[in-house]
């Protein structure tokens, strides 16, 4: 189905009147979707999968990402902020969460959940899942929109072993949709916000993975929400320690965003792993047979998970120290009994209204490495990239405006550059012993 | 289409090179995801033979549009019982590889039900020559 390309959103976008055409975002992107032309940053939206590693390395502040209009909200009657408990973690220590949640109802939303209230229910489907599907022994957890599509793109052999079932975002904005109009809101009044730590998740919001659409009517980007809630805490401005009634959750549920707080709920055998690099090379591995792991795999493609997305303002580790301390206050609180765990939903309600909505139909693979559907076609294709790179130094310098000399090759196969990219090629062949061998030594080989 | 490794002897951790070369471009040409897996596992657990038991060797790769075939020759000491090596649990792995989690006796075997056509060519003190087509 490659009509899903035409439809794949993307939060990373480029500002070509600050990039520079430096070459890090590109030499940074996992999946070789980045080339330089005309000295400026292009992003390939067939392979790009949001991670946001482009990112992290860009040292001009040339990528940024989209965020919805946030006037959008005043079109919504009522209007409800869905936060992560990452979020919580951006503030100092001494900020508590009520008072994050003043200053969101001072900013102007009516309703605050975390996201995290549907999480002890999405476990036991994920079990019931994991129990139906006796045909898979490694379960790879759908929960980072990063892992999910770098699978389809990168490791689409591996797309069956994805858990095929919703997030703790869906799940919980569903809730909230049923739980308000058992209010008696008319959900057309009801305008969900998600408040996004990183690319990857704006980017499934907006073309969910297997769906047509998804039940949020916005997205709103999480370091300008911080700093909007931080303008009010410097003012000292908001209603002080406003009691939160309605949303508790449990010390576990919160830590479901950092690495191993999904991994904890299943058995022994279970993995977490987090870090591009890693999860990739752990792909690899389960991709060969030579890892089978008989449960769940949690992957998430930043280090530290979700505190460590690219749109949290607050250092990864202290955001996770946070967490931790606020998981231990609540464990607390539970043990003394002064905490009131209330639930949006009993059991029996979600099974019943929630439950049947879980499932995700078909999750697609999209390989990105695919030359050609014809593999005579594909076959030659290879062996011309093979003998343009054998001809190529080998260096990956990057200057041709590709990350590698073999996507360089590619890149030539697939008439989208020509040999004369290569810097190399219009060296004269004395060039190469008098200024490039005393660099790389008799590596260097002439065009 | 024609690729080339070298077999160092001994490194278990450089062990997994032609394999993963070849996973990729077997991607590229778009082979089903099932005899990719096959061929990865079968050409992964030659090489491990080759680096475990012999002195290293070579590793030559054919991709046709209808199949691979893979030719892994070693240096080696040979196989003395071809029979007892294809049987499952049987092993002559050394203390010291199979303390790195390798020699299980399963290496041929394996190899023998991931691969459509195997021929095993040895002679000892000479080594052995490893031939394994698999059809796309």
């Given at each position: 189905m490659d009509d899903t390309n035409n439809f794949f959103y993307h939060a990373l976008t480029v500002d070509h009147d600050i990039?520079?055409?430096?070459t890090h975002c590109m030499k940074a992107c996992p999946t070789e979707a980045i080339r330089i032309r005309n000295g400026k940053s292009v992003i390939d939206k067939n392979k790009?999968?949001?991670?946001?590693e482009c990112f992290k390395a860009c040292s001009y502040h040339a990528i940024y990402i989209k965020q919805d209009?946030?006037?959008?909200?005043?079109?919504?009657?009522y209007k409800v902020a869905l936060v992560p408990a990452t979020f919580i973690g951006?503030?100092?220590?001494?900020?508590?969460t009520s008072q994050i949640y003043a200053c969101l109802k001072q900013i102007g939303f009516s309703h605050i959940y975390e996201i995290e209230h549907g999480v002890s229910f999405l476990i036991n489907l994920y079990k019931k899942y994991m129990a139906e599907?006796?045909?898979?022994?490694t379960f790879i957890s759908p929960y980072c929109p990063a892992v999910v599509r770098l699978i389809q793109t990168?490791?689409?052999?591996?797309?069956?072993?994805?858990?095929?079932m919703k997030v703790p975002l869906d799940i919980t904005s569903l809730m909230i949709r049923e739980y308000l109009s058992k209010e008696g809101?008319?959900?057309?009044d009801v305008g969900v916000f998600y408040v996004s730590p990183c690319a990857a998740k704006i980017a499934a919001v907006k073309s969910p993975v297997g769906e047509d659409?998804?039940?949020?009517?916005g997205v709103i980007n999480m370091d300008f929400l911080y700093n909007k809630v931080q303008h009010l805490l410097s003012k000292k401005t908001?209603?002080?320690?406003?009691p939160i009634a309605n949303h508790s959750l449990s010390g576990k549920d919160i830590?479901?965003?950092?690495?191993g707080g999904e991994s904890?709920?299943?058995?022994?055998s279970s993995f977490a792993i987090d870090g591009m690099k890693n999860v990739i090379e752990f792909l690899e591995k389960i991709e060969d047979g030579d890892i089978e792991v008989n449960g769940l795999v949690e992957m998430r493609v930043c280090d530290q998970s979700?505190?460590?997305?690219?749109?949290?303002?607050?250092?990864r580790f202290l955001a996770k120290q946070k967490l931790e301390i606020r998981a231990q206050e609540i464990k607390q609180h539970i043990e003394n009994n002064d905490y009131q765990e209330e639930e949006l939903f009993s059991e029996e309600e979600f099974d019943k209204k929630i439950a049947p909505m879980m499932n995700i139909p078909t999750i697609t693979p999209r390989s990105s490495?695919?030359?050609?559907?014809n593999l005579q076609i594909a076959l030659k294709m290879v062996e011309n990239i093979k003998n343009i790179e054998s001809k190529l130094?080998?260096?990956?310098?990057?200057?041709?405006?590709?990350?590698t000399c073999s996507a360089l090759a590619e890149d030539i196969i697939k008439e989208e550059?020509?040999?004369?990219?290569?810097?190399?090629?219009?060296?004269?062949?004395e060039k190469y012993d008098e200024l490039l061998k005393k660099i790389w030594g008799k590596n260097i080989k002439p065009l | 289409m024609h690729y080339t490794f070298d077999i160092e002897e001994g490194n278990f951790t450089n062990a997994g090179q032609a394999s993963g070369n070849i996973k990729k471009t077997l991607k590229q040409l778009n082979v089903n995801p099932a005899s990719i897996k096959r061929i990865v596992v079968a050409l992964y657990e030659a090489e491990i033979n080759a680096v475990a038991h012999a002195y290293g060797g070579k590793i030559d790769v054919d991709i046709d549009s209808d199949k691979i075939t893979m030719v892994v020759a070693d240096r080696g000491?040979?196989?003395?019982n071809i029979d007892l090596a294809m049987t499952e649990g049987y092993s002559t792995a050394s203390k010291e590889v199979r303390e790195m989690?390798?020699?299980?006796?399963?290496g041929l075997p394996n190899i023998k039900s991931n691969t459509d056509q195997l021929d095993i060519q040895t002679q000892l003190g000479v080594g052995t020559t490893i031939t394994m087509t698999v059809f796309f």
């Open positions: 990039c520079t055409g430096c790009c999968i949001d991670c946001g209009d946030f006037d959008l909200m005043d079109q919504y009657k951006q503030f100092a220590g001494d900020v508590s599907h006796k045909d898979i022994n990168r490791f689409p052999s591996l797309v069956k072993n994805i858990i095929h809101i008319c959900s057309e659409s998804s039940a949020i009517a908001q209603g002080e320690s406003e830590l479901w965003e950092l690495t904890v709920n299943f058995d022994n979700c505190v460590g997305g690219i749109l949290c303002p607050n250092n490495f695919k030359l050609h559907d130094p080998g260096i990956d310098c990057s200057a041709c405006g590709a990350p550059a020509t040999i004369d990219n290569c810097l190399f090629s219009h060296l004269p062949p | 000491p040979g196989i003395p989690g390798f020699g299980a006796g399963m």
